[in-house]
């Protein structure tokens, strides 16, 4: 006999996933692929989804004078004041991005670069969509601006390369068993990621030189 008792293991608390619809453009397709992959993470069963638009957001491109990775209180616009505090709660975050002439949308630099604290020792991921590239221009170059930020971005991702074949009208995926996999694949990472920080968040907070 075991000289420990069992105790069977608790349920891990769900982490918080900050969805970011990355796209103000009119006419703009990232509120379907979002919605498409909120649907995935609510269903995988380890995260509380929420949606963040930044259509709805007051996103000015004049940043203050002591950036935010120097101010540990920046601030900020009244406007702003809902999704810092969304972006300072979630666990982990997923971009929704298109690229625009082989980067990121502005509104997307601009919430990153009004935020510091907010994104440092979680992981990040990544949805990408557009013509040719299916965001991965964007992807690789957010993938850098994050790591300056001391975040973590995971390794798998979600690409729709010409988009507009891949959704029927209602917005749903004509073939969804591939996209669906890469989902998976790369919430996992975040389910593993996002707890482990978590935990060392609460018992060892970050600090950076």
């Given at each position: 006999m075991s000289?420990?008792?069992?105790?069977?293991?608790?349920?891990?608390?769900?982490?918080?996933l900050a969805i970011v619809i990355g796209s103000v453009r009119d006419g703009r397709f990232g509120p379907v692929v979002a919605r498409w992959f909120a649907g995935h993470a609510?269903?995988?069963?380890?995260?509380?989804?929420?949606?963040?638009?930044?259509?709805?957001?007051?996103?000015?491109?004049?940043l203050p004078a002591v950036p935010p990775a120097m101010d540990p209180e920046p601030a900020r616009p009244a406007g702003m004041a809902d999704v810092s505090r969304r972006l300072a709660e979630a666990d982990a975050v997923v971009v929704v991005t298109p690229d625009y002439n082989r980067s990121f949308p502005a509104s997307l630099k601009a919430l990153i670069d009004w935020h510091y604290t907010e994104w440092r020792a979680k992981p990040v991921g990544f949805v990408g969509y557009?013509?040719?590239?299916?965001?991965?221009?964007?992807?690789?170059?957010?993938?850098?601006?994050?790591?300056?930020?001391?975040?973590?971005?995971?390794?798998?991702?979600?690409?729709?390369?010409?988009y507009?074949?891949?959704?029927?009208?209602?917005?749903?995926?004509?073939?969804p068993a591939e996209p669906g996999a890469a989902?998976?694949?790369?919430?996992?990472?975040l389910d593993w990621w996002g707890s482990v920080l978590r935990d060392a968040r609460r018992d060892r907070p970050y600090a950076t030189r």
């Open positions: 000289a420990h008792p069992i105790h069977p293991a608790q349920p891990a608390q769900p982490l918080r609510e269903s995988h069963g380890r995260f509380d989804v929420d949606v963040i638009d930044l259509a709805g957001t007051e996103l000015p491109l004049a557009s013509g040719a590239s299916g965001g991965l221009l964007a992807v690789e170059q957010l993938k850098q601006v994050f790591g300056e930020l001391h975040a973590h971005t995971v390794r798998d991702y979600v690409s729709f390369p010409r507009y074949l891949l959704f029927d009208e209602d917005g749903n995926l004509k073939d989902a998976e694949a790369m919430l996992d990472q």
